[in-house]
């Protein structure tokens, strides 16, 4: 029994680690941008569901200037079948550059299936010039990667060609700093680039954090979390690991002493 306590003890210690550091993000002064999109922030406000199938779209805090030093976390579904297209994440965005000729910004997304000249798989891209890309066919810069216009770094390690399962919850963490992007999908390093990954760049530019869809719906992005690293470098989220939602955590340690009581009961008798 007392291995019980000690195990539902560590488990909230954990707890309260966790939200000593990662702090909910309350979406509801974030704004769209780009093709037709619908946006619904959820109840709780670190939630929000995008239900229309449309051209590239980004939801962003158009209030921040920097989001480096920071990492966030939470997790992504698509809760609809029948579709296959890009879902995924921006970094260093700034208003307006979604279809711009200037932009200058880092687009992470996920394809499910392989079509029409792109195939599926995770990947992280620079975009230097969105203005090709307001489209909701497949011919535009956003759907082709085109060269010079949205610029394919490097695919995932094991996620690269393998698209995401309907239905499915992934939970994800990001960090990202003038020096480093580092992209964890369930608890596992998919993508970690510097600046030297990417030509012409000497530091990666700053801006907001937000998520990206093109010709996908009913996506929802659940649970943020933000954790300032420059604060709190040796919290689990900005060393790159995925941790437990808070209430996954709260559950174990209930359920481990609920069995701790129930054996202390049982020795009694």
């Not at 590239?56 to 480096?68: N, W």
């Not at 489209?135 to 990667?145: D, K, L, N, V």
């Not at 530019?205 to 933000?226: H, M, P, T």
């Amino acid at each position: 029994m007392k291995l019980i306590t000690t195990l539902a003890l560590a488990a909230t210690g954990v707890l309260a680690s966790v939200q000593a550091h990662a702090v909910a993000v309350d979406l509801t002064g974030w704004t769209a941008e780009g093709g037709s999109s619908s946006w619904n922030v959820q109840a709780g406000n670190d939630s929000v569901l995008q239900t229309v199938n449309g051209a590239p779209t980004v939801f962003f805090d158009p209030s921040a200037t920097s989001s480096q030093g920071t990492a966030l976390s939470g997790n992504i579904r698509v809760g609809a079948e029948g579709d296959d297209d890009f879902i995924g994440f921006v970094l260093g965005y700034n208003s307006g550059e979604i279809f711009s000729s200037s932009a200058d910004f880092y687009l992470i997304d996920w394809k499910q299936g392989d079509q029409a000249g792109w195939g599926q798989g995770l990947a992280i891209s620079h975009v230097t010039n969105g203005s090709n890309g307001n489209t909701t066919g497949t011919g535009g810069s956003y759907w082709q990667h085109t060269a010079g216009e949205v610029d394919l770094i490097t695919r995932a390690n094991s996620l690269g060609n393998t698209g995401y399962t309907d239905l499915i919850d992934y939970a994800f963490n990001i960090i990202f700093t003038s020096n480093l992007i580092e992209v964890s999908v369930n608890g596992t390093t998919e993508i970690s680039i510097t600046p030297a990954d990417v030509a012409g760049v000497s530091s990666f530019s700053d801006g907001s954090f937000g998520f990206y869809n093109y010709s996908q719906a009913q996506v929802l992005y659940s649970a943020i979390r933000s954790t300032d690293c420059t604060q709190n470098p040796d919290a689990p989220e900005c060393r790159g690991e995925t941790i437990p939602e808070p209430t996954t955590l709260a559950l174990i340690a209930v359920g481990l002493l609920g069995m701790g009581a129930a054996g202390r009961k049982a020795a009694s008798r």
